[in-house]
């Protein structure tokens, strides 16, 4: 056991207020907004498949024209409210936007870099606009913050000259005062979201990184901040040099979820986040370059994180007219008219301890009720669904959470092993069923 300063500073979930709502929000938006969204993955007529937001790096941009970018960027169709009333009939109780990518441009006016909104034609405040508009539907806001900065003079990837360590360590005090700033300018911020720090530059400095989450949770108390901000005193990350998780939640699921009999994750909280298509977060002129998820997928992938007791969030790339591509809005629609049914079984629901996994579907169960649901996603051709209970415990009643007064018939045909015996009809849809347990001892 290594005698860490900068290591995890506590153990086990975090049980305060603000940490249980961040828990039971769930289903987030994820918006990835900046100057890429301008190209779109394409540059003098080519077309760049690799992630949009990287099309600086895919396509050798050098700093001097990239950054000039920002003299053409005005969304002048951008609807905050159109946005945040989209999240909501989605069913998002959260969002996550980047303020600054790895590009470096500040979608808010900082008063630390002139590579900012205010020096655009648009000029105004993009993130408080998005803030107040979200909040006012009642979604909390989380601030995506890149580490990693290819606009900044004083940023280094490696600390390997005194002169690398005297610019490194400005670019940390600019970095810092950042963070200060949008943790004071936008009192409502529910979490901070870390990336962009797997360079050996940040490794190196894990007293940093503790720093800023103090420094955050000291001016915003009850702030979440993501396992990916941290690295311990040994340059570990997500978690330290004794294994234990940095941070409120880890955050290293990134488009890709944990095995659904990985049972390690139910032990901390975490979050998912996942683009749309294979591996586009800003916006990508071309929408099928390749695959993209269906919104049943994504609804599996919601409900497949929520029976493991994660977030998901789900990322969305606008357009640079400040309008949300059609592609998105239809995924966001048939999303929302899913939740408009089933939320029960995602919002403040989690895991349900000892029930094993099932071929048809997830289990959830509601953190503070305990209410247990049966999400399915694939009918046997029999149309019986085989449930092996907890142990001790059968299942006295199985109802459609859409049709409560559609029988289903339940069956304890041996020990732990109970048939529910679903009406013969077709379903188009993921389905929720409340089952009511009785402990038999
Ligand atoms: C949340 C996601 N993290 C960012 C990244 C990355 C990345 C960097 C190097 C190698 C592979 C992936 C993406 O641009 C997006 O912001």
């Given at each position: 056991?290594?005698?860490?300063k900068y290591?995890?500073?506590?153990?086990?979930?975090?049980?305060?207020?603000?940490?249980?709502?961040?828990?039971?929000?769930?289903?987030?938006?994820?918006?990835?907004?900046?100057?890429?969204?301008?190209?779109?993955?394409?540059?003098?007529?080519?077309?760049?498949?690799?992630?949009?937001?990287?099309?600086?790096?895919?396509?050798?941009?050098?700093n001097?024209?990239?950054?000039?970018?920002?003299?053409?960027?005005?969304?002048?169709?951008?609807?905050?409210?159109?946005?945040?009333?989209?999240?909501?009939?989605?069913?998002?109780?959260?969002?996550?936007?980047?303020?600054k990518?790895h590009?470096g441009?500040c979608?808010?006016?900082t008063q630390y870099t002139?590579f900012?909104?205010?020096?655009?034609?648009?000029?105004?405040?993009?993130?408080?606009?998005?803030?107040?508009?979200?909040?006012?539907?009642?979604?909390?806001?989380?601030?995506?913050y890149s580490v990693l900065d290819w606009h900044h003079p004083d940023w280094r990837y490696d600390i390997k000259t005194k002169e690398d360590s005297i610019a490194f360590s400005r670019y940390l005090t600019f970095a810092q005062n950042q963070l200060k700033e949008l943790a004071?300018?936008?009192?409502?911020?529910?979490?901070f979201?870390f990336d962009g720090t797997w360079d050996q530059s940040i490794k190196k400095n894990g007293w940093w990184t503790l720093q800023v989450e103090q420094m955050l949770?000291?001016?915003?108390?009850?702030?979440?901040?993501?396992?990916?901000l941290r690295a311990d005193d040994y340059g570990?990350r997500?978690?330290?040099?004794?294994?234990?998780?940095?941070?409120?939640?880890?955050?290293?699921?990134?488009?890709?979820?944990?095995?659904?009999?990985?049972?390690?994750?139910?032990?901390?909280?975490?979050?998912?986040?996942?683009?749309?298509?294979?591996?586009?977060?800003?916006?990508?002129?071309?929408?099928?370059?390749?695959?993209?998820?269906?919104?049943?997928?994504?609804?599996?992938?919601?409900?497949?994180?929520?029976?493991?007791?994660?977030?998901?969030?789900?990322?969305?790339?606008?357009?640079?007219?400040?309008?949300?591509?059609?592609?998105?809005?239809?995924?966001?629609?048939?999303?929302?008219?899913?939740?408009?049914?089933?939320?029960?079984?995602?919002?403040?629901?989690?895991?349900?301890?000892?029930?094993?996994?099932?071929?048809?579907?997830?289990?959830?169960?509601?953190?503070?009720?305990?209410?247990?649901?049966?999400?399915?996603?694939?009918?046997?051709?029999?149309?019986?669904?085989?449930?092996?209970?907890?142990?001790?415990?059968?299942?006295?009643?199985?109802?459609?959470?859409?049709?409560?007064?559609?029988?289903?018939?339940?069956?304890?045909?041996?020990?732990?092993?109970?048939?529910?015996?679903?009406?013969?009809?077709?379903?188009?849809?993921?389905?929720?069923?409340?089952?009511?347990?009785?402990?038999?001892?």
């Amino acid at each position: 056991k290594k005698l860490l300063k900068y290591g995890a500073q506590y153990e086990g979930k975090r049980t305060d207020a603000a940490m249980q709502k961040w828990r039971s929000n769930r289903f987030g938006q994820f918006i990835h907004w900046g100057l890429y969204a301008i190209p779109g993955g394409e540059w003098k007529g080519k077309t760049y498949t690799y992630a949009a937001e990287f099309l600086k790096s895919s396509a050798h941009i050098p700093n001097s024209t990239w950054d000039s970018l920002q003299y053409q960027f005005n969304p002048v169709k951008f609807d905050p409210k159109t946005w945040a009333k989209m999240a909501k009939k989605m069913g998002v109780k959260y969002m996550t936007i980047t303020t600054k990518h790895h590009e470096g441009f500040c979608l808010w006016p900082t008063q630390y870099t002139k590579f900012n909104i205010g020096n655009t034609p648009y000029k105004k405040d993009i993130i408080k606009a998005l803030v107040d508009a979200y909040n006012s539907e009642g979604i909390d806001v989380n601030f995506y913050y890149s580490v990693l900065d290819w606009h900044h003079p004083d940023w280094r990837y490696d600390i390997k000259t005194k002169e690398d360590s005297i610019a490194f360590s400005r670019y940390l005090t600019f970095a810092q005062n950042q963070l200060k700033e949008l943790a004071e300018n936008y009192p409502s911020v529910k979490g901070f979201w870390f990336d962009g720090t797997w360079d050996q530059s940040i490794k190196k400095n894990g007293w940093w990184t503790l720093q800023v989450e103090q420094m955050l949770k000291s001016i915003r108390p009850g702030v979440v901040v993501n396992s990916r901000l941290r690295a311990d005193d040994y340059g570990a990350r997500h978690f330290d040099s004794n294994g234990k998780m940095m941070g409120d939640y880890e955050s290293g699921y990134e488009r890709r979820l944990p095995s659904p009999t990985d049972t390690q994750v139910i032990h901390r909280d975490w979050e998912a986040c996942m683009t749309i298509p294979e591996n586009q977060w800003g916006y990508h002129k071309k929408w099928d370059i390749s695959y993209t998820k269906t919104p049943l997928e994504l609804i599996e992938m919601l409900v497949q994180t929520t029976s493991l007791g994660g977030n998901f969030l789900l990322n969305f790339g606008p357009k640079p007219d400040g309008t949300i591509r059609i592609e998105e809005q239809q995924i966001a629609e048939h999303i929302g008219n899913w939740m408009k049914i089933n939320s029960a079984a995602i919002y403040n629901a989690g895991h349900a301890k000892g029930w094993p996994r099932q071929d048809w579907g997830y289990f959830t169960q509601n953190e503070t009720t305990g209410k247990l649901y049966a999400v399915v996603f694939n009918i046997p051709i029999s149309g019986i669904l085989k449930i092996q209970t907890l142990e001790g415990i059968t299942i006295s009643k199985a109802s459609f959470l859409e049709k409560p007064d559609v029988p289903i018939t339940v069956k304890e045909i041996a020990k732990k092993q109970v048939n529910l015996y679903l009406p013969q009809q077709s379903f188009s849809e993921p389905f929720v069923i409340i089952l009511d347990t009785i402990n038999e001892n």
